[in-house]
Nanobody
Framework: QVQLVESGGGLVQAGGSLRLSCAAS????????MGWFRQAPGKERQFVAG????????YYADSAKGRFTISRDNAKNTVYLQMNSLKPEDTAVYYC???????????????????WGQGTQVTVSS
């Protein structure tokens, strides 16, 4: 069983930056991809960014392109989301997810991911 622990959320003013971290409790040798999703109140969970563990290819939602950067540290079994130029509409609970590759429906699809973190709140004030 893999546990994912997120950290780094908080309150920031518009235009500011935050870096989210997600540490996996087990070795990620069987990891296909990791991703970040977010869910705002009253809205569906949406894809933010994803990274293929082997090779490091990255993918972003249109809303994240140019502002957010996903990266990984294989040695630490950790994935990061650097968020710059934050906007009030970025306010949401951010979830980290890990895909083993058992189901491959596309890196932006939540069904692809087998394990989820508990979420970390990001609030951007105007």
């Amino acid at each position: 069983q893999v546990q994912l622990v997120e950290s780094g959320g908080g309150l920031v003013q518009a235009g500011g930056s935050l870096r989210l971290s997600c540490a996996a409790s087990a070795r990620t040798f069987s990891t296909y991809a990791m991703g970040w999703f977010r869910q705002a109140p009253g809205k569906e969970r949406q894809f933010v960014a994803g990274i293929i563990w082997s090779g490091g290819s990255t993918y972003y939602a249109d809303s994240a392109k140019g502002r957010f950067t996903i990266s990984r540290d294989n040695a630490k079994n950790t994935v990061y989301l650097q968020m710059n130029s934050l906007k009030p509409e970025d306010t949401a609970v951010y979830y980290c997810a890990l895909a083993t590759g058992r189901i491959r429906m596309g890196i932006s699809r939540s069904q692809t991911y087998d394990y989820w973190g508990q979420g970390t709140q990001v609030t951007v004030s105007s």
